[in-house]
């Protein structure tokens, strides 16, 4: 009996010591964890809780639920758990991040739930295909979202090889270009962008 007692003694001793390394070794995505809404070119703080790891890490985001990892990140050296990401300029809701250690890729965690990504400048007109008079008055319009609200609008006429400002510093979401310039041409975008953040634009 006695050898019995010791026996299940030291079995419930591994095993408690067992969850404790585990414990002890332990990878948790705090943000984004599910539900938030970023905006593309936006700079977000990815947030995770640590023990037991080697404070070298890949940071990757999944635009598809999980099924394909693109790599934000390789073998940085982090020991504070947060990164500054540049938000990707694509549209999704079914967005997760993963941290792993780089040297233990089985310590890892990922988002409990998918969040989303907004495009944070859609320009609705011009959009393609549009015949405009040149020295006539036309309407420029877009659709922001997660900008600072304030915007440059420009246009191209060789297909966004060059830009030429319309507008700057303008806090609306719509522009009466008059009049449209007298520079014919087949390849003229027009491009709208936020002041501050000129990588959240669209044309």
Same mark, same amino acid.
């Given at each position: ?21 585990? +414990? ?9 964890n599910?539900?938030?809404?970023l ?7 990815i947030k995770?809780?640590s023990s037991?790891v080697s404070?070298?890490?890949n940071?990757?985001?999944?635009l598809n639920?999980g099924?394909?990892?693109v790599?934000?990140?390789s073998?940085l050296?982090?020991t504070?758990?947060?990164?500054s990401w ?16 780089y ?13 989303t990504?907004?495009l *944070?400048?859609?320009?609705?007109? *011009?959009?393609g295909g549009?015949?405009?008079q040149a020295?006539?008055s ?5 659709v ?5 609200g ?7 006429t ?9 507008? +700057?510093?303008?806090?609306?979401n +719509? ?7 007298? +520079?014919p041409?087949t390849?003229a ?15």
């Open positions: 009996n006695s050898i019995y007692t010791m026996r299940n003694f030291f079995t419930s001793l591994i095993m408690m010591l067992g969850l404790m390394a585990a +414990n002890a070794q332990s990878v948790t995505v705090t943000q984004p599910g539900g938030e809404v905006y593309g070119c936006q700079n977000y703080l995770w809780n037991g404070n070298f890490w940071i990757d985001y999944s639920g099924s394909i990892w790599s934000v990140a073998n050296n982090i504070n758990g947060q990164y540049t938000v990707p300029m694509v549209a999704s809701s079914n967005v997760l991040v993963r941290v792993l250690d040297n233990a890729p089985s310590k890892r965690d990922s988002s409990n739930a998918p969040f990504i907004q *944070p400048i859609t320009v609705t007109s *011009p959009n549009e015949i405009w020295l006539l036309k309407h420029i319009t877009w922001p979202a997660g900008t600072s304030i915007f440059n609008v420009s246009y191209s060789n297909n966004g090889s060059s830009w030429n400002s319309i507008v +700057n510093n303008i806090a609306a +719509n522009y009466t270009w008059n009049p449209v310039v007298n +520079n041409s390849q975008l027009i491009r709208v962008q936020d002041a501050t953040t000129a990588c959240q634009q669209d044309q």
